[in-house]
C-alpha cells in the first residue's frame, strides 16, 4: 500500500539519531512550556525559530510539532496538582482532576492524563495520515453558520456544568459572556467595555479569568481555616500512584471520545482544543451512567478532555498541511516557519516534500511513545510536591499565578485584573455559583458572536441561513435537545414520585 | 517639520562629511525589534527574516531581537515605542495599520508623529481572488454581477480599515456597485471561507494565493499593484482594468523612539540600506512578491503625511468615525 | 442543611448585583448600533445577554427571597474575613508590582502568608520567603529567561 511504504519511508526519517535528538528536545521542552501557565506553545516555538534556521527543516519541524504537542501533556501536571490550568485546554482537566487529586488520587489522575494523550495523540497521527485530504474538504464546508451551532451546541454543555442550581449556572455563563465581549469589535470597530482604558482594547485574556477564579479562589478558599498538613492527600504506594485496572475500564468510552472529537474539532479552522475539551467532557458526561459525579473526580472526566486537546494537535495540522491554511495561533507559527525555511505551505506541499510530511507524521508516533514514557515515571515526583506543607504550596501557587499571567503580554495592568478575578472567583464560591459555566462563556462567547454575525452578513440577515445547512442544523437540534434535557428529567422524575404517591 | 529635517539632513550630511573615523553610532548591545503582531503575523515574519538576514550578512555588530507587543490593533505597540523616547537600541516594524488606526481609534495615545521614521521597506501588493470554478473571469465580471444584485456578493477580509476593505469601499464608490464585507480576524479563516463556497472574492496577498493557484483552486482576475507582478503578466491591475482609484499598498518599514541624535537615525538607515542591497533580500522581495519601496527617514516622513490625509478622505467617505 | 440562610441572604445579594449589571450592560449596549446595515452590529449581543441577565438575576432573588429561611444559620465569617484579609495582601502586591518587582513581592507575599496567616515563628517565615524568591529567581530568571517585573534594586 501506498500509504504504507511513505510511512516507512517516514520512519526511516524520524529514527535517525539527530531526528530522534530533536524529537526527545521538543517534546522535553514542550512538557516544561506546558506545566507553566501562561507561557504558551507558540510563544516557545517563536523564540525558538532562529536556532531552527541552521537545522534542515525535516529536523525543525518535528522538534517544532514536539513542542507543540508536548505542552498539551504538560498543562495537565498543574491542572491536576494545583488546579492552576497550564494552558487554556486544561481547564477541563481541573474540573475532575483536581477533585481526584483532593481524594488522593492525584496519581491516579495524571497517569489516566498520560494515558488518555498517548492513546488520542496516536489516533490523531493515523486520522492524519489517513484522511488528511478528504478531511480537509470537510473542514473547509465549515463556515459561520457552522461554527455559529457549534458555539451553541458548546454553551449548550452549560446544561451539563450546571450542578444544582441552573440559574447560577446560566447567570456565570452570562457573565462569561460579557466579559467575553469586551475589547474592539471585530467588525464595527467599536470599543465595547472598555472603560476608556486602552489596556482593555483586546479584552480580558483568558488566562487571567482561568488561573483567577480557579486557583486563587481555592487558595483564599484554603486560607479561611488554618489547617496544617499539606494542601492535598499524598498518595502513598504504587497502587495509589497509578490509576487502577477498575477506573482505566471506565474510560473506556472516554479514550475513543477525546480522540474523535479532538481531532475533528481541531481539523477546523479556528475552533481550538478547549472547545474540543469542553465538547468532550460534555459528551462524556451525557453518555454517562452517572452524570451527576461529574465534577467531583471521576476518571472518564480527566480522560475526554485530556485526549481531546491532543488529538486535536493531530487535527489542526490537517489544513495547514493539507491547504496550508493555519487553524491556530500555533499553527500560524508553524506556517510562517515554512515559509522562513522557503518552503511554500499549501495544497501541493505534501506532493512537494513527501519526506517532510511523513516523517513529520513518523516522528509524532515517536513522539507520543516519548511522552508516555517520560510522563509516567514523572507522576511519583510531582506528587511528591504534594508533600509540601500548605503554607509553603500557597505562596507558590501564588507566585506562579502572577508570572504565569504576566508572561502572557508582559503586561502589569493583567496582574491588577487576576487580583480582581480571584475575587470573583471567592465570591463565586462562596455564593455557590459554578465557575465553568463562566469559562464557557468566555471561551466561546467571543467566537460565537463572531460567526453569527459573519453568518447574518453571509445571508444579508436571513436568520434562515442556520437551519438551511445540513451540518449546522443537525448542531442546533442537538443543542435545543441538550437544553430541553434537564427539563425532561425533571418531567420525569415528578411523573414517578407522582405515581409513587398515588400508588 | 521642514526645519527639524533641515537640520537633521545638515548634521546627517556634516556626519557624512566627516568621514568614518569620526565617533559615529554604533549599537553596543542587543537591538530589539518591536512588532504589533504575536508570532506568525505578518509583521512578525518580516521581522524574524530582517533578524536571520542581518546575523547572516553580518551587517550589525550587534544581535537584533523580536519583541511581540500585540494587541489593542497595534496601539500597545506603538504606546510601547513612543514611550521609550531616546532609547537608540529600540527599533519597530510599521505597517499601513499604524498609520490608519489612530485615525479611528480615540483610545490612541500615540500616531507616528511621536515616532522617529527610519526607512520604509517594502510595498506589498495585492491580488483580487476567487474561486476557480467562480463565473467571474475579470474584475468587470465581478463589478457587473455586484451591480446587478446590490449587497450579494461578499467578500472576505480583515478588520474594517485593513487594505482590503479600503480597497473595497474604493471600488464600490468608483463604479457604483455594493457588495458585502465579512471580517474573519485570521488569515486562514478567510481563505477557507473563499475555497469553501462561503464568499465571492477576496483581496489576498500574492505569495498567499500562489500555491492555491497552483493547485488549480484559485483564480486571480486583477492586480493591486503600480505594475503587474511576475507571476501573473496576463492579469491587468486595476487601473489598467480602467478603475481609476489610487494604488493601496500594504507598506512596511522601521521605525524608531524620537528623540534620537541624528547620527543614530543615519546609521540604521545605512544598515537598511546595506540590508536591501544583498541578493538574499533581492530574492525575499521576489519570493513573497513585494515591491521594493525603499526610502530614507526623511522622504518616509513626508510620505506619513501624505498617505495619512488619504486615508483619512477614504475612511471619511465610507461613513467610518475618525477621530483626528 | 445549616448553610441555607446564608445562602439565601447571598442568593438576594448577588441575584440584585447581577441585575443592577444587566441593567449596565443594556445601557451602554443601547449606546451603540443595533443593527446595522451589514448585519447585527456591536449593540445585538449585549442586548440580548444583558436582558437575560436582568431577568434571571431577578427570578433568582425572588426565588430566593420567598424561600423559607432556615433557623440555625451559621456563617463562618471569621474563616471569609481570614480569606479576604489573604486577596487583600496579594491585591496590594499586585499594585506594589511596578515599586517593588516580583521578587521582593512574592517574599513578602510568603512572610506574610507564612508568619501571619499560619502563625509560623519569624525565623521559618523569613526562611521561606527568601526561600521562595530564590527559587522563582532561578527557575524563571536564570532557567527560562522569562522576564519579570523588576524593582529599584534590579530584581
Same mark, same amino acid.
Given at each position: ?503 | ?78 504606546? !510601547? ?161 480602467? !478603475? ?39 530574492? !525575499? ?40 | ?155
Amino acid at each position: 500500500m501506498d500509504v504504507l511504504a511513505n510511512l516507512g519511508h517516514g520512519f526511516i526519517v524520524a529514527l535517525e539519531p539527530l531526528n530522534l535528538f530533536w524529537c526527545f528536545a521538543g517534546v522535553f521542552l514542550g512538557t516544561v512550556v506546558g506545566v507553566m501557565p501562561g507561557l504558551g506553545p507558540a510563544a516557545t516555538i517563536a523564540m525558538l525559530l532562529p536556532l531552527t534556521f541552521k537545522m534542515p527543516p525535516t529536523s525543525a519541524l518535528i522538534m517544532l510539532a514536539g513542542i507543540y504537542y508536548g505542552a498539551k501533556y504538560g498543562g495537565s501536571t498543574t491542572a491536576i496538582l494545583l488546579n492552576v490550568p497550564g494552558e487554556s485546554a486544561s481547564v477541563v482537566t481541573c474540573l475532575d482532576g483536581y477533585q481526584m487529586a483532593r481524594k488522593g488520587r492525584a496519581g491516579a489522575a495524571l497517569g489516566i492524563a498520560a494515558i488518555a494523550s498517548f492513546i488520542a495523540g496516536t489516533v490523531g497521527v493515523v486520522a492524519l495520515m489517513l484522511v488528511a485530504p478528504p478531511l480537509a474538504k470537510f473542514g473547509l464546508a465549515f463556515s459561520s453558520p457552522e461554527y455559529f451551532a457549534l458555539m451553541v451546541l458548546g454553551l449548550a454543555m452549560v446544561v451539563l456544568l450546571a450542578g444544582e442550581s441552573l440559574v447560577k449556572a446560566l447567570l456565570a455563563m452570562l457573565v462569561g459572556l460579557w466579559i467575553a465581549g469586551m475589547g474592539i469589535d471585530l467588525f464595527s470597530d467599536a470599543s465595547r467595555f472598555t472603560f476608556g482604558n486602552s489596556e482593555m482594547l483586546d479584552g480580558v485574556d483568558f488566562v487571567i479569568v482561568a488561573i483567577g477564579v480557579f486557583a486563587l479562589s481555592e487558595v483564599f478558599a484554603n486560607m479561611e481555616q488554618r489547617e496544617e498538613g499539606t494542601m492535598l492527600p499524598v498518595p502513598k504506594g504504587l497502587r495509589n500512584l497509578l490509576p487502577t485496572m477498575a477506573e482505566l475500564k471506565a474510560c473506556r468510552f472516554a479514550f475513543l471520545n477525546g480522540s474523535v472529537v479532538g481531532f475533528i474539532i481541531g481539523v477546523l479552522p479556528g475552533a481550538g482544543s478547549t472547545i474540543a475539551s469542553f465538547i468532550s467532557y460534555g459528551l462524556e458526561k451525557v453518555v454517562s451512567k452517572h452524570p451527576e459525579k461529574f465534577g467531583t473526580g471521576v476518571p472518564e472526566g480527566v480522560a475526554a478532555p485530556e485526549g481531546a486537546n491532543n488529538s486535536e494537535t493531530g487535527g489542526a495540522l490537517v489544513p495547514l498541511l493539507t491547504l496550508g491554511i493555519p487553524g491556530s495561533g500555533t499553527t500560524a507559527i508553524l506556517l510562517a516557519a515554512f515559509v522562513l525555511w522557503g518552503l511554500k505551505p499549501g495544497p501541493l506541499m505534501i506532493q512537494d516534500n513527501p519526506e517532510l510530511f511523513w516523517g513529520l507524521v513518523a516522528s509524532m508516533y515517536v513522539g507520543n511513545v516519548m511522552l508516555l514514557v517520560l510522563n509516567l515515571p514523572l507522576i511519583p515526583l510531582f506528587a511528591q510536591i504534594l508533600k509540601l506543607p500548605s503554607y509553603l504550596l500557597y505562596p507558590i501557587i501564588l507566585g506562579i499565578s502572577l508570572v504565569g499571567v504576566y508572561t502572557v503580554s508582559s503586561s502589569l495592568f493583567d496582574c491588577y485584573m487576576l487580583a480582581a478575578f480571584g475575587l470573583l472567583g471567592y465570591l463565586m464560591r462562596r455564593l455557590d455559583y459554578p465557575s465553568a459555566p463562566l469559562i464557557l462563556g468566555l471561551v466561546l462567547g467571543d467566537a460565537m458572536e463572531r460567526a453569527l454575525r459573519q453568518s447574518l452578513m453571509m445571508s444579508q440577515g436571513d436568520l434562515g441561513i442556520l437551519v438551511s445547512r445540513p451540518i449546522s442544523a443537525t448542531m442546533l437540534v442537538l443543542a435545543v435537545l441538550l437544553l430541553i434535557m434537564p427539563l425532561f428529567r425533571k418531567f420525569n422524575s415528578w411523573r414517578v414520585r407522582a405515581i409513587e404517591e398515588n400508588g | 517639520m521642514t526645519l527639524r529635517t533641515s537640520i537633521i539632513m545638515a548634521a546627517c550630511a556634516a556626519a557624512l562629511a566627516a568621514g568614518p573615523a569620526w565617533a559615529q553610532f554604533k549599537p553596543t548591545k542587543p537591538v530589539e525589534i518591536v512588532v504589533h503582531t504575536g508570532p506568525g503575523g505578518g509583521a512578525d515574519v518580516l521581522a524574524r527574516f530582517m533578524t536571520q538576514l542581518i546575523e547572516k550578512e553580518n551587517l550589525a555588530p550587534v544581535r537584533f531581537q523580536v519583541n511581540n507587543r500585540d494587541g489593542g490593533g497595534g496601539l500597545r505597540a506603538m504606546a !510601547y515605542v513612543a514611550e521609550k523616547k531616546g532609547d537608540t537600541h529600540t527599533i519597530a516594524i510599521f505597517t499601513g495599520n499604524w498609520l490608519t488606526n489612530p485615525l479611528v481609534r480615540a483610545e490612541a495615545k500615540f500616531t507616528l508623529k511621536d515616532m522617529q521614521p527610519v526607512a520604509r521597506l517594502v510595498l506589498e501588493p495585492a491580488v483580487v481572488a476567487v474561486k476557480a470554478d467562480a463565473p467571474f473571469k475579470t474584475m468587470k465580471d465581478f463589478i457587473e454581477a455586484a451591480k446587478k444584485t446590490p449587497g450579494t456578493l461578499k467578500q472576505s477580509g480583515g478588520s474594517q480599515t485593513s487594505r482590503d476593505n479600503v480597497v473595497r469601499q474604493l471600488l464600490m464608490k468608483s463604479t457604483g456597485a455594493n457588495w458585502a464585507y465579512i471580517s474573519f480576524p485570521g488569515g486562514g479563516e478567510r481563505i477557507a471561507a473563499l475555497l469553501g463556497g462561503h464568499v465571492n472574492m477576496m483581496v489576498i496577498e500574492p505569495q498567499e494565493a500562489g500555491e492555491h493557484i497552483k493547485a488549480g483552486n484559485m483564480r486571480v482576475i486583477a492586480q493591486v499593484a503600480e505594475k503587474r507582478l511576475a507571476p501573473y503578466p496576463n492579469v491587468p491591475t486595476l487601473k489598467e482594468a480602467g !478603475y481609476e482609484i489610487p494604488n493601496v499598498p500594504q507598506v512596511r518599514g522601521v521605525v524608531m523612539p524620537s528623540g534620537v541624535a541624528p547620527d543614530v537615525v543615519a546609521y540604521y538607515e545605512d544598515l537598511f540600506q546595506r540590508m536591501v542591497k544583498t541578493p538574499t533580500w533581492r530574492k !525575499y522581495l521576489e519570493d513573497q512578491q513585494f515591491e521594493d519601496g525603499f526610502q530614507k527617514s526623511v522622504e518616509l516622513g513626508k510620505f506619513f503625511d501624505t498617505f495619512t490625509n488619504q486615508m483619512r478622505e477614504i475612511l471619511k467617505e465610507a461613513g467610518t468615525p475618525v477621530v483626528r | 442543611m445549616a448553610q441555607k440562610s446564608w445562602f439565601l441572604k447571598g442568593d438576594v445579594v448577588s441575584g440584585a448585583v447581577l441585575a443592577a449589571l444587566g441593567v449596565y450592560i443594556i445601557s451602554e449596549a443601547r449606546q451603540w448600533n443595533y443593527v446595522g446595515p451589514e448585519g447585527p452590529g456591536p449593540g445585538f449581543f449585549p442586548m440580548w445577554y444583558g436582558i437575560a441577565m436582568v431577568v434571571l438575576s431577578l427570578w433568582l432573588v425572588v426565588v430566593s427571597a420567598v424561600r423559607p429561611a432556615v433557623a440555625d444559620a451559621k456563617v463562618d465569617w471569621k474563616g471569609v474575613g481570614r480569606a479576604m484579609l489573604v486577596w487583600a495582601v496579594f491585591a496590594l502586591c499586585t499594585a506594589l508590582l511596578k515599586l517593588l518587582g516580583l521578587l521582593t513581592v512574592l517574599a513578602l507575599l510568603t512572610l506574610f502568608i507564612v508568619g501571619v496567616m499560619y502563625g509560623k515563628s519569624l525565623k521559618i517565615a523569613c526562611a521561606a520567603a527568601a526561600g521562595n524568591a530564590l527559587g522563582f529567581y532561578l527557575v524563571f530568571s536564570l532557567a527560562l529567561n522569562v522576564g519579570l517585573p523588576v524593582g529599584p534594586l534590579g530584581f
